[in-house]
C-alpha cells in the first residue's frame, strides 16, 4: 500500500524522503551505539566505585568483622556514610561468614543478627554490574577480604537513580537532535534533490502537456553544460521533433487522400451530369426541330424537366456534403441516401450492383456527428468500386448493437493489400499506396472512439465499422 | 570518709609516692623547659571528647593556668585512660566515678565538675523516639548499648538496676554490645543499631542542646539517682606534686578567668568544685550490688 502510494510521489519528493527515512535509520543506529557505551561506561563506573567502597571497608573493618564487633563496623560504616564518601550507597550490610548480619548503615532495614539472604536474592556479582533502564537501585554482593582470606560479604545497594536519569536525558537528547538534524537535513535535501530534478518535472510536464503530442523544450529552459539531464532533454527535443515531422507528414498525406477522394467524386459528379446533359440536349434539340408538335414538346420539356431534377439533385447531395464539413448537424438516414446518390455514377460506369441495407434506428445514428459519417461511408464506397470488378458487387449494411453502430461495407473485388491493411488498421505512417481514403478513415474512427474490422471470406471483402453510439436513458435522443 | 569506709583500708602510703616526687622534682629540675615536658591529662568519654571546640577550649584554660602546654590523652576505653593514670602515663585524668571507686585507694580527687548547679547527674536509659517501652522492664530481650564496662551511667547503673529486679543481666538482653562513648551509645539507639542504650544523663542533655537532630532521634525512658559527676582524679601518691597542687587550684578557679569560663561554657559546667569521696556513695551502692557477678 505505502510502496504503491511512494510509487505514486513525484521524483522529487520521493528522493529526498528516502534521503530522510536513511537519516532517520542512521539517527537510530547512532543512538543505540551512544546508549550502549553509555551504559558500559556506567558499568565500569559502577564496578570501580563498588570495588573501591569494598576494598576501603574491607580494610577498615577486617579485624572488627574478625572480632565480630558489632560497634565498630557499624561506626566505621556510618562514619563512612557521614563523612560523603559513599553518597551513591543507599545501604551498606556486613555479615559474617556464615551470612549474619554484623551491622548495616541502616540497622532498622537490615538488623543485626539477622541473615544476609534475604537481600541477596536481588544482588549481582562485583565483577557482573548490569544496569538496566528501569532500575534506580542495584545492590552488588561482595566477600569481604581481610590478610587474603574471606572474613564475611559486603553487600552494597547503590542508587542509580542519577545514571537512569543520564540514560533517560541522553535518549531525549538524541531524539530530539536526531530529529532536529534530520529534518533540516531531509529539508535540504529536498530542495538539493527538487532543483537537480527540476529538469526531469520539466521534461514530464512537457511529456503531458501537448495533446497527443509531446512538447518541445524551449532553450532557455535547458540546463547550461554538457551534464546527462541536459544530454537527455536534448534527445528528448528531438525526439519531440521527429513525432511532431510524423504527424505533420500523416497529416499531408490524409489532406492528399481527401483531395483524391474528392477527386474522384468530383470525377464522379461530372460523369453524373455529363450523362442526362446528352439527353437533355437531344430533348432540346427535339424541341427545336419539332417546336410545332406539342406533344413532341411537351415530352421532350419533360424529359429536359426530369434531367434538370436530377442535377439539381445531385448539385444538392455535393453540396450537402461540403456544407456539413463546418456544421454540427447530426448523423440521418438521408446523409446515407446522398451517398447513394454520389456513389450511383461510379457504380454505373463499372456496371456494378449495389445491395443497400439500413436497419439502424435514426435515433442512434443521430448519435454521430454527420459529417464524419458521411466521410467514412463515402470512403469506404469508393474504396470498395474501385476494389470490385467490372461487373462486381458492393453491398453497404448499416446496422446497430447494443451501444454500438456498425456499418459494413463488402466488395468482391481481390482484397486488401497488406499495406492497405495497415493503412486501415495500423496507427504508424504508411507507405502511399493502394487503399485510398482508408488513412482518412482510419484517423476519424479512431476519433469517434470506434474499431475497424477486416475479412476476406469466399471471395468477399468486409470492412466492418464499429462506433460508439449510446443513447442517453433519459432523452433517448441524442 | 565513704570511700575509705567502703575499702576499710587508710589510703596508701608512699614510699613509692615519695620516689615518684622525687623523680618528679628531678625531672622537672632537668628539664631544659615546660615546654618540653607537658602537663599530661587523660581524657574519656565521660564529655563530648569528639568535639574539637570543646578539646581546644580545655586545653587552652588548663595551659593558661598550669603556664605550660597541656598534652591531652585520649584512649579508646576507660581502662585504658585509668591504666595510663595510674602508670603515671598521664598526671590527671577525668575519669568515671566507677573506676575512680575502683581505684580509690591510689587516685584521689582534684575536683568535681559542678553541672546545672550540683556536683551529680543521672544515667539515662534511652530508646528511639518511636519506641513505646516505658522502662527497664519493657526493653527484655531486646539489643542494648553500653557506653563502656568501666562506666557508671554507661554500664554500671542498668546492670544494677538489673540484678536489683533479680534477674541476670548477661540473659536480660538479646544482644549487648559497647560503644566506648555515650555518644556513640546516642547513634547506636538513634539509629536502631540497638533497641536501647545506658547513656549519661549530662552527655544526653549537652547533646540535646549541640546536636538536637542526634539527640531528638531518642528518647529517654528511664532516669536514675543523682549520683557523682565523673571526677578528674590524680594518683594519690602525687597528691601533693606541685603541678598537681596547680591544677587543683586552676581547676577550681576555672569560672575567674576568661579561657576557664569559656572552658565550662564550652561544656555546659558551672564550675568544677573540690569535691568529696561522699558524692560517690549511689556509685559504690550499685558496686556492692553487682558483687559476686563479676
Sequence with gaps: MIGRWLLRMPLAARAPLLAAALMVVVGLVASQQVLLSLTRFQEARLRELVQVHVDGLSVALGPSVLREDVW??????????????????????????????????????????????????????????????????????????????????????????????????TVFWLVLGNAAATGVLALAGYFAMRRMLRPISTLAERMGSGVGQPELIPETEMPRGNTEVGRLLRTYNTLARAVRDEAEARRRLAERERFVSLGRLASSLAHEINNPLG????????????????????????????????????????????????????????????????????????????????SADPDRMACLPAAVMRQVVLNLLLNATAAAPHGGRV????????????????????????????????????????????????????????????????????????????VPVETEAC | ????????????????????????????????????????????????????????????????????????????????????????????AWLCGYPFLQHNRALTLMGVPVWRGRPAYRSYLIVARRDVAQGLGDLAGGTHAFSDPDSNSGWLVTVSDIVRTGRRPERFFSRSIFTYGHRNVVRAVASGLTRSGSVDGYVWEVLALREPGLAERTRVVARSEWLGFP????????????????????????????????????????????????????????MRDLKGLR
Excluded at chain 1, 405 to 430: C, F, H, K, M, N
Excluded at chain 2, 31 to 49: K, Y
Design chain 1, 72 to 169: 565498630e563496623v557499624f561506626d566505621t560504616l556510618d562514619r563512612a556514610r557521614a563523612a560523603g564518601q559513599a553518597q551513591r550507597m543507599v545501604l551498606t550490610v556486613v555479615a559474617d561468614r556464615e551470612g549474619h548480619i554484623l551491622a548495616a548503615t541502616d540497622p532498622r532495614t537490615a538488623p543485626t543478627g539477622s541473615r544476609v539472604g534475604a537481600f541477596v536474592a536481588t544482588a549481582q556479582a562485583l565483577d557482573a554490574i548490569e544496569v538496566s533502564a528501569s532500575d534506580d537501585r542495584i545492590t552488588v554482593l561482595a566477600p569481604l577480604t581481610y590478610q587474603g582470606r574471606d572474613v564475611g560479604e559486603i553487600l552494597t545497594a547503590l542508587d542509580v537513580s542519577d545514571l537512569a536519569s543520564e540514560r533517560r536525558w
Design chain 1, 279 to 358: 439527353g437533355l440536349l437531344n430533348a432540346v434539340d427535339t424541341i427545336g426541330r419539332y417546336a410545332e408538335r406539342p406533344d413532341v414538346v411537351r415530352q421532350s420539356a419533360n424529359l429536359v424537366e426530369r434531367g434538370l431534377k436530377h442535377l439539381r439533385d445531385v448539385s444538392a447531395a455535393a453540396l450537402e456534403h461540403n456544407r456539413l464539413g463546418v456544421s454540427d448537424a447530426r448523423f440521418a438516414p438521408h446523409d446515407l441516401e446522398d451517398l447513394r446518390l454520389l456513389i450511383c455514377p461510379e457504380l454505373e460506369s463499372k456496371r456494378q450492383t449495389l445491395s443497400w441495407t439500413v
Design chain 1, 395 to 470: 453491398a453497404l449494411t448499416v446496422a446497430e448493437t447494443a451501444d454500438r453502430l456498425e456499418v459494413s461495407v463488402e466488395d468482391d473485388g481481390p482484397g486488401l493489400t497488406d499495406i492497405a491493411r495497415a493503412r486501415l488498421q495500423s496507427p504508424d505512417a504508411q507507405r502511399p499506396g493502394a487503399g485510398i481514403g482508408l488513412g482518412v478513415v482510419r484517423d476519424l474512427v479512431a476519433g469517434l472512439g470506434g474499431s475497424i474490422a477486416c475479412e476476406r471470406c469466399e471471395g468477399r471483402t468486409t470492412i466492418a465499422v464499429a462506433v460508439p453510439a449510446a
Design chain 2, 1 to 92: 570518709m565513704v570511700m575509705e569506709k567502703l575499702a576499710g583500708k587508710p589510703r596508701p602510703v608512699s614510699r613509692r609516692r615519695l620516689i615518684l616526687t622525687g623523680a618528679a622534682a628531678i625531672a622537672a629540675v632537668a628539664a631544659p623547659s615546660d615546654a618540653a615536658n607537658p602537663f599530661r591529662f587523660g581524657l574519656t568519654p565521660v564529655f563530648l571528647d569528639n568535639d574539637a571546640l570543646v578539646i581546644d577550649t580545655l586545653r587552652a584554660a588548663l595551659a593558661e593556668g598550669l603556664s605550660r602546654p597541656i598534652e591531652l590523652v585520649q584512649r579508646r576505653t576507660y581502662e585504658e585512660v585509668t591504666g595510663l593514670l595510674l602508670q603515671g602515663g598521664v598526671d590527671a
Design chain 2, 231 to 286: 571526677p578528674i582524679v590524680a594518683r594519690s601518691d602525687r597528691a601533693g606534686d606541685a603541678d598537681l597542687a596547680r591544677l587543683r587550684e586552676v581547676l577550681h578557679r576555672m569560672p575567674e578567668t576568661v579561657a576557664g569560663r569559656r572552658a565550662l561554657a564550652a561544656l555546659h559546667l558551672d564550675a568544677i568544685s573540690p569535691g568529696s569521696p561522699d558524692l560517690y556513695g549511689g556509685i559504690a551502692g550499685r
